[in-house]
């Protein structure tokens, strides 16, 4: 039984392998196995609910993806989240760019009736890619240390937008940022 779906922002294998190497070293030391365990893929989280049309999030999705460029990308932070999850992350800068993509995406969403959520919306949103989940209270300095032992910032491109079922994460669908409609 699916918990929910997600929208998600995927990376080029270099900016992939970069942040890998984070959730490599949290499962090694056995701090945080928990996202490799539910089949998750390093990603930004652009919207979230726990009830959609696959169907119809695919025509909007595919077609904001045709309408976008790779999108630049800098990890440059590490932080947490304020919920029961105990989630690790690696924040990228907050560009112009960056959100302005969201904000479109709202807008493409909303256009179509889809409801969307306060952590979701353009003005509260916070952009990350959780690296940690339901990290043990007792091992989080540990893991913020691991985590500033990263060079960062480590940089690359978002390349792929998609559609995932949760939880185990399975795709449904994505698209390249592709940018083949004219303006």
């Not at 989940?133 to 240390?145: D, L, T």
Request: negative net charge.
């Amino acid at each position: 039984m699916s918990q929910g779906y997600a929208i998600e922002l995927y990376f080029d294998p270099a900016l992939e392998n970069q942040v890998l190497k984070a959730w490599n070293v949290l499962a090694r030391r056995q701090i945080s196995t928990q996202l490799i365990e539910i089949e998750s893929r390093l990603h930004i989280t652009l919207f979230s609910s726990p009830l959609i049309e696959p169907a119809k999030m695919k025509n909007i999705v595919k077609s904001f993806a045709r309408k976008q460029e790779p999108l630049p990308l800098s990890f440059s932070s590490i932080g947490s989240l304020p919920n029961d999850k105990n989630v690790l992350f690696l924040a990228p800068t907050p560009t112009l760019s960056l959100l302005q993509f969201h904000s479109q995406l709202f807008d493409a969403l909303k256009k179509e009736g889809i409801e969307i959520g306060e952590e979701y919306r353009p003005d509260s949103w916070i952009p990350h890619c959780p690296v940690a989940q339901e990290v043990p209270m007792i091992r989080m300095g540990e893991a913020f240390s691991v985590l500033r032992d990263l060079k960062l910032p480590v940089t690359g491109y978002a390349m792929v937008i998609g559609l995932v079922e949760f939880s185990p994460v399975r795709e449904l669908f994505s698209f390249v940022l592709s940018n083949t409609v004219e303006a």
